[in-house]
């Protein structure tokens, strides 16, 4: 179904308004099925991303400004996301004991477990969407948007 059948629009759009709109829109289809998917678990997509950050980290406490600058979402607020998952004992969080202005956090068994039973439907999730495109395809769309998203940065 094409962008203009989505929003019923019957306006001549140029192509770089319309990638801008498919981005978008594929963007929410995408983010509303993943809800879906995080709603038994009572986690948000950003709550989920923080725990893979802190999985990532093997381990290994990671403070606020890692969690913050490996975030999807930047504007996140990563201490209202981190003081979420420790109200369920997802997380601990500590005063680093080097510099006591430094919070360091932690994901617990319990987040991990939750994750681990997590990786195969969020991989179920991942390929629901690739379906329908081949690997080169999905390799060039990667390529595409990666430069895409760069030109718009300079």
Known sequence: MTIEE????TVKMDNAKKV?????YTQNVINDNFSELMKPYDLSGEQYNVLRILRGQKGKPANMCVIQERMLAKTSNTTRLVDKLLLKDLVTRNVCSDNRR???VLITQKGLDILKELDPKV?????FFAKNISPEELELLNYLLEKYRTN???
């Open 123 to 127: 991989d179920q999730h991942e390929h």
């Open 6 to 9: 989505v929003i019923k629009s």
């Open 20 to 24: 801008i709109l498919n981005i978008m």
């Open 102 to 104: 430094k919070i360091e």
């Open 152 to 154: 718009t940065n300079n």
